[in-house]
T-cell receptor
Framework: DTGVSQDPRHKITKRGQNVTFRCDPI?????LYWYRQTLGQGPEFLTY????????KSRLLSDRFSAERPKGSFSTLEIQRTEQGDSAMYLC?????????????FGPGTRLTVT | KQEVTQIPAALSVPEGENLVLNCSFT??????LQWFRQDPGKGLTSLLL?????REQTSGRLNASLDKSSGRSTLYIAASQPGDSATYLC???????????FGDGTTLTVKP
């Protein structure tokens, strides 16, 4: 297994457009997390799934953001009506949550630029 | 609300020096603490994870400690090398290891 993958790696879009990002976790991992990171800051939590269930969603995630993990494998993060403030690196992580251990492994990220 | 602080924000050392990076958190009810490395424009690489019941973890030249009662963790790097230059982030997870809260990182430069 090659780790967590994300697609696309870079996305440039115009304000008002919708964008969708995909994350493929490490195959046996049951948890999947989405974070957003801006320059000079640590990642901010957006949401996470255990299998296909979305267990927590940050208040940062406005109604324009939605995430899914339909079969408990890959996940998508959609941003509708993008704004310039959405420009950031979107990071996905996965973990195998078992017996009180849940080490997160991150993908390379998708860099979004909204013009 | 959990808050994580990393001091200093930046650190520059000569090659070969031993160094300590600090991480503090406000809520001691954590599930685990994880240290990451991030190279510019890249994702995060996991370095060490310390469960809430543990006091320290070691991997090669890295040693991380955890003191839950005081809300502190340190990452010790022995015999630093230029390849260690990166931003180091700590993250704490709360109930059931769901949401993780990150500090803003310490950017380390190791000069040859």
């Amino acid at each position: 297994d090659t780790g967590v993958s994300q697609d696309p790696r870079h996305k440039i879009t115009k304000r008002g457009q919708n964008v969708t990002f995909r994350c493929d976790p490490i195959s046996e991992h049951n948890r999947l997390y989405w974070y957003r990171q801006t320059l000079g800051q640590g990642p901010e939590f957006l949401t996470y799934f255990q299998n296909e269930a979305q267990l927590e969603k940050s208040r940062l995630l406005s109604d324009r953001f939605s995430a899914e993990r339909p079969k408990g494998s890959f996940s998508t993060l959609e941003i509708q009506r993008t704004e310039q403030g959405d420009s950031a690196m979107y990071l996905c992580a996965s973990s195998l949550h078992i017996r009180r251990v849940s080490e997160q492994y991150f993908g390379p990220g998708t860099r979004l630029t909204v013009t | 609300k959990q808050e994580v602080t990393q001091i200093p924000a930046a650190l520059s050392v000569p090659e070969g020096e031993n160094l300590v990076l600090n991480c503090s958190f406000t809520d001691s009810a954590i599930y685990n603490l994880q240290w990451f490395r991030q190279d510019p424009g890249k994702g995060l690489t996991s370095l060490l994870l310390i469960q809430s019941s543990q006091r320290e973890q070691t991997s090669g030249r890295l040693n991380a400690s955890l003191d839950k009662s005081s809300g502190r963790s340190t990452l010790y790097i022995a015999a630093s090398q230029p390849g260690d230059s990166a931003t180091y982030l700590c993250a704490v997870s709360g109930t059931n290891a769901g949401k993780s809260t990150f500090g803003d990182g310490t950017t380390l430069t190791v000069k040859p």
